[in-house]
């Protein structure tokens, strides 16, 4: 029985780790949305998953990008050589 459990917490684990890389692939896209003020072209349950992983925050009535948000962008782009 804990084998069954187990296999359900690591599948579990598995589509949140592959959730999560898809959105750190898609968070300068979503940024450049915002830039553009074209909030509604990012699905709602995203925003949501961006709220909840601190990449993304409400302030004012928008969206901005938070320092780890930032920081996951960085990590994403180019290194300049």
């Known amino acids: 029985m804990a084998s069954n459990s ?3 917490i690591s599948a ?3 589509a949140e780790a592959a959730t999560r890389e898809r959105l750190r692939q898609a968070l ?3 940024v450049g949305h915002l830039q553009n003020h074209q909030a509604d072209r990012i699905d709602d349950s995203d925003i ?3 709220v909840r992983l601190n990449w993304l ?3 004012g009535g ?3 990008l938070t320092i780890t948000g930032r920081n ?3 990590q994403l782009a180019p290194s300049a050589a």
Do not use: N
Request: neutral net charge; aromatic residues 10%; contains cysteine.
């Open 48 to 50: 949501d998953a961006y």
């Open 72 to 74: 996951v962008c960085a």
């Open 6 to 8: 187990q296999t359900r």
């Open 12 to 14: 579990r684990a598995e």
């Open 57 to 59: 925050e409400w302030h």
């Open 62 to 64: 928008g969206l901005r």
């Open 28 to 30: 300068p896209g979503t």
